[in-house]
């Protein structure tokens, strides 16, 4: 594999199929009529075994990971936990389409929290992008029209910003534990075996979990997590640090734009003319938002960029460019 990805048009591919991968993730939500707690159950429960596997087979071949390493991957989970309920709360009041991009609006976020925390002003990309963001998300919402498309666009918009957030979030951490890039599938373990039972705790809790999926709904949750939790994450996770960030955050927009599009095809999502403006300034904000970085940036900056070379990608990937370029070259570490 490793010789494999040592070709730029390699791992291109592996870039696009995985982006075209997640961008079923909303749909399979949807197709499978699963409340929001179940479909975030067992789209990490199915996930968990075949995860499993793969980072035994990575131990098995490269050594047990200690404690200090698999810690922030574990903690990772819950903001996962946190993400993926809000996130499905926002698909079924606002649609597939428009929660996707929504919960895309992190990249921008990332570095205004870094800013408010750490007192690090973000480079003048990123202040140009936020703006841009949240007219986008104002538009997206549908506060200014009657006819906005969504069962409740305003609530959707929401919890589609709270799931950007933890995404943030679950990055920064699953970035701690997930720097080696020859473990691909240890840490992405770790974090779904975690919100595996987050997300059980969480629906009970609210009272919307069905522990008991029935067909054919079972039958597209384990779709989603075969496709979209495992095959999508992992074709990702080992290509976008060997890519350039301009040519990751380009691939990488495939998958909202694939979202709104097989929204729109599939269930016939038809948001209205502000809404679709919305969409377009928000895509429009992440292209400003990962453009190049600055050579010498701080430390919360350095993970703000890279958290931005994963723009679009609802993968939550455990490798950061950045990292990659520490360690030398085109990241073939």
Known sequence: MQRWLIRERNVRLCAMLGAVAIAFSSIFVR???????????FRCAYAVPVLGLLAWREDRRLGRR??????????????????????HHSIADIG??????????????????AWV?????????LLSALPIALTGVVLI???LEHDAYGRDPTRGTLYGLGAGIAYAGFLLLLRHGGSDLRRPAGPLFDATATATVGCVI???????????????????????ALISQVLGWLLITVSLPRLPAALTSLLLMIQPVGSVVLAAAIFRESPSALQLTGVMMVLASLVVATGR????????????????????????TTSSLSESRRRGGDGHA
């Open 31 to 41: 197709l499978s009529h699963a409340s929001p707690s179940t479909a975030a159950i």
């Open 117 to 125: 925390v750490l007192s690090e002003r973000p480079g003048r990309q």
């Open 141 to 143: 919402a549908g506060v």
């Open 96 to 113: 597939a389409g428009l929660a996707t991009v929504l919960a895309n609006v992190q990249v921008v976020l990332v570095p205004l929290v």
């Open 202 to 224: 969480t629906g009970v809790l609210i009272g919307d979990a069905n522990l008991v999926p029935s067909w054919p709904g079972a039958g597209w949750l384990i779709m989603l």
């Open 293 to 316: 970085a600055p050579a010498r940036i701080g430390s919360a900056k350095r993970v703000a960029y890279a958290l931005a070379g994963a723009s679009g990608m609802r993968t939550r």
């Open 66 to 87: 200690e404690w200090r390493e698999r810690r922030f991957g574990i903690a990772s989970g819950v903001f996962f936990t946190a993400d993926l309920i809000l996130w």
